[in-house]
């Protein structure tokens, strides 16, 4: 029997997107699925309604104090305690700078290497630095994808058996087809999408490429007047932040198709899935995806997927989407043209969809991370 620690800071935030929402789902399957192994998990607060309940071998221990949380309080815990933990999992980028146990990271993508114009600054340091940290001083690396796990090994001096890939899954409970038409029609309602759309969910950040995507469908809206073009994803507030936005929010002003783009701002998980399945198709044109679950759950409620031809999400989506390059405002364009016209293909796409999305699960990623701790104690 093992006693592991968790950090579960990125886990206990209201609105969780990307990172904090694998850390949420590792938290739930972890505690759905191990009952041998003993969890201490580590917060800077009380822990949300949501996170699984405590039992035996599973508890909470909110740090105080909490601030500098890896640089002071996870350390200050891990050499204070009287029984120590065996090892010590971050579903972030960070791992505790000093630690007396083994430490397991989770690197996402390094955009920040690729693209560091479109980080702040104060966030570029840290990525850079404390990043570097976390992959050299690791006893184990987990990551999300196989370009991913790559890129590691081509940018830090690291050796390939150090990294697991294990892909993120989506909520099979929430993500499905919508059927009720009643329903579609309300949220369609609710959302100004009251005719054809495309739908966008994530971040408002540069690298989601929305620029191009808005001029793209400027583009479409010369043949197909109809549409409109939906973004879902909020610039503020905890959980889903965005960053370097301003940009972005002032483009559909512009071009005067304040009617055709609408920034939706937070919309609740259990409204998407009515929204994807109502969509004409879902769109991710990004520079750089660590991942791209959302592209998961638009297959998963069978909206056809248009995503960039670059890092993970060919690896994502497979056969099952359109591919475009993300600098061609062209090809993004004649992407969305492509679905417009073809219901055969948009059914075929759904179809291909539901086929892809077997691949991935919470279960098998939390599954491939007992397997990591498992080897890393033995070590």
């Known amino acids: 029997m093992m006693k592991i620690s968790i950090d579960g800071y990125e886990a206990n935030v209201p609105q969780r997107l990307g990172s904090s929402q694998v850390a949420y789902e590792l938290l739930h399957q972890i505690a759905s699925i191990d009952r041998i192994n003993c969890y201490q998990i580590l917060l800077p607060n009380t822990p949300m309604p949501d996170l699984p309940t405590e039992r035996e071998g599973w508890n909470y221990q909110v740090l105080k104090p909490n601030k500098f949380w890896t640089r002071l309080a996870l350390p200050y815990f891990l050499y204070r305690s009287k029984e120590k933990p065996d090892l010590i999992f971050s579903p972030t980028h960070y791992i505790p700078r000093f630690s007396p146990v083994k430490r397991i990271v989770t690197i996402f993508d390094l955009a920040y290497l690729h693209f560091p114009e479109m980080f702040k600054q104060a966030d570029l340091w840290k990525l850079k630095n404390w990043t570097k940290f976390s992959i050299e001083n690791a006893d184990h690396i987990l990551t999300i994808s196989s370009f991913t796990k790559n890129d590691i090994l081509q940018n830090y001096p690291v050796q390939k058996e150090k990294i697991t890939v294990a892909y993120p899954g989506y909520d099979k409970n929430i993500y499905q087809p919508v059927t009720d038409q009643q329903k579609i029609k309300q949220i369609r309602a ?46 503020t507030g905890l959980g889903r932040q965005g960053w370097m936005y301003e940009d972005i929010l002032r483009k559909p002003m512009q071009m005067s198709l304040e009617q055709k783009i609408i920034f939706t701002g937070f919309v609740p998980t259990e409204e998407l899935p009515t929204l994807l399945t109502g969509a004409t198709a879902f769109i991710l044109p990004s520079l750089w995806e660590g991942f791209g679950i959302p592209a998961l759950e638009a297959m998963a409620c069978g909206a056809p997927v248009i995503v960039s031809n670059v890092s993970s999400l060919p ?3 497979g056969n099952a989407g359109l591919l475009v390059d993300p600098y061609s405002v062209e090809q993004i364009t004649q992407a969305m043209r492509t679905v417009c016209a073809d219901k055969k293909l948009k059914s075929k796409m759904s179809i291909l969809g539901f086929s892809q999305i077997k691949k991935f699960g919470w279960e098998k990623m939390a599954r491939t991370l007992l397997k990591i701790f ?5 070590q």
Do not use: W
């Not at 959302?191 to 191009?212: C, E, H, V, W």
């Not at 793209?216 to 939906?230: C, T």
């Not at 498992?374 to 033995?378: A, F, G, L, S, T």
């Open 315 to 317: 690896e994502v989506v």
């Open 374 to 378: 498992k080897e890393v104690d033995e």
């Open 190 to 235: 609710k959302y100004q999408a009251d005719s054809d759309y495309f739908i966008y969910i994530g971040t408002i950040q540069p690298r989601k490429n929305l620029i191009r995507l808005m001029e793209s469908f400027a583009q479409l809206l010369q043949s197909h007047p109809q549409m409109k073009l939906l973004i879902v994803g909020k610039t």
